[in-house]
């Protein structure tokens, strides 16, 4: 629930970490701005997009350039890590969970880390920052907010690897449909499991091309400590990232099996088809023509019907004859 009010508009909860302490302090929610500023230690402050009144909250504290203060505010669904004036900020991914359950769905996080605050914003609640949350509120492992921002990237990977296990479970699932009795006619789960890794995949490579760019950049650029985090962070998404390629490509070549045994069905159908039109079409041209309409017509008394039904057993069996002879049957 997001605890909202006239001092502090749009939070949904801050913590102040001291040095020294084994436990952060949560900020009273009737506390003023200027204490978020002010005091020992750093800061965590973390805010809903949904509350209108967010913006003008982010522009009053922290001394964030303009750039970082767009990052904050903004609604992109594009994952960025930028370096400017001693601050990192930026987009990730994460994936967003309702009051009673985690989902699949893809969420946003923004972000912005000084040496002395560090700022996040959702539009919707998120399942790896709240686990972030239930940690500090356990014991306090963060000496910095560069700290902080990393085990927010190791949550998402914590989760990210859960997602694959669980992503996984469903592929098995499926490949056991697929190569089973069961056959391939009906697997409505392949083609959003696939919509869900490709995009995963897509994020990660985003993600840990930005963490390496701006990990290259000089230590007096970035608060302290995050070269070192960057490297470890790339480290830790890239073996994730070998898990949902893998996983990718056992989806994609599970989707071209089911499109062979398709295809080979239906060359089966149609080799079906070929054959009865093969052996129907010598009785039709019998029966159409016999079925003219002009004078002297052979065997056109009584025992006409006899003889064309026996010209049409002919022609059949001759059908069968020409395709034995060509190998076909």
């Given at each position: 629930m997001n605890l909202i009010s006239p001092e502090i508009p749009g939070i949904v909860w801050a913590y102040r970490f001291l040095p020294g302490e084994s436990r952060c302090q949560r900020?009273?929610?009737?506390?003023?701005?200027?204490?978020?500023?002010?005091?020992?230690?750093?800061?965590?402050?973390?805010?809903?997009?949904?509350?209108?009144?967010?913006?003008?909250?982010?522009?009053?504290?922290?001394?964030?350039?303009?750039?970082?203060?767009?990052?904050?505010?903004?609604?992109?669904?594009?994952?960025?890590?930028?370096?400017?004036?001693?601050?990192?900020?930026?987009?990730?991914?994460?994936?967003?969970?309702?009051?009673?359950?985690?989902?699949?769905?893809?969420?946003?996080l923004h972000f912005?880390?000084?040496?002395?605050?560090?700022?996040?914003?959702?539009?919707?609640?998120?399942?790896?920052?709240?686990?972030?949350?239930?940690?500090?509120?356990?014991?306090?492992?963060?000496?910095?907010?560069?700290d902080l921002f990393e085990m927010i990237v190791v949550e998402f990977q914590r989760t990210l690897i859960s997602l694959v296990l669980e992503l996984t479970e469903d592929l098995n699932v499926i490949e056991d449909h697929v190569y089973g009795?069961?056959?391939?006619?009906?697997?409505?789960?392949?083609?959003?499991?696939?919509?869900?890794?490709?995009?995963?995949?897509?994020?990660?490579?985003?993600?840990l091309a930005l963490l390496r760019r701006a990990g290259a950049s000089d230590e007096d650029e970035v608060p302290p400590g995050f070269i070192d985090a960057a490297e470890r962070l790339s480290d830790r998404l890239e073996a994730v990232d070998r898990d949902v390629f893998a996983l990718q490509e056992r989806a994609r070549l599970l989707h071209e099996e089911?499109?062979?045994?398709?295809?080979?069905?239906?060359?089966?159908?149609?080799?079906?088809?070929?054959?009865?039109?093969?052996?129907?079409?010598?009785?039709?041209l019998v029966?159409?023509?016999?079925?003219?309409?002009?004078?002297?017509?052979?065997?056109?008394d009584g025992t006409g019907t006899?003889?064309?039904a026996l010209f049409i057993a002919l022609s059949m069996g001759f059908a069968w004859w020409i395709l034995r002879r060509i190998g076909i049957l």
């Open positions: 900020i009273a929610t009737d506390a003023s701005i200027d204490s978020l500023l002010s005091g020992e230690g750093w800061v965590w402050v973390h805010l809903a997009l949904s509350d209108a009144r967010t913006p003008a909250l982010i522009e009053r504290i922290g001394n964030l350039p303009p750039l970082a203060v767009a990052t904050l505010t903004s609604h992109d669904t594009q994952a960025a890590i930028t370096v400017s004036d001693d601050i990192v900020h930026g987009t990730l991914v994460d994936f967003e969970r309702t009051f009673d359950a985690v989902t699949k769905t893809i969420g946003w912005a880390v000084s040496d002395r605050i560090i700022i996040t914003t959702r539009l919707h609640p998120l399942r790896s920052i709240d686990r972030v949350k239930a940690a500090v509120e356990k014991s306090t492992k963060c000496a910095r907010p560069i009795e069961a056959g391939h006619r009906q697997q409505p789960g392949l083609a959003p499991l696939r919509r869900t890794v490709v995009r995963l995949h897509r994020h990660l490579r985003t993600i089911i499109d062979s045994k398709i295809s080979s069905e239906t060359n089966r159908h149609l080799y079906i088809l070929s054959l009865m039109t093969a052996f129907l079409l010598p009785p039709t029966t159409g023509f016999f079925g003219m309409n002009t004078g002297a017509l052979p065997f056109a006899l003889y064309a």
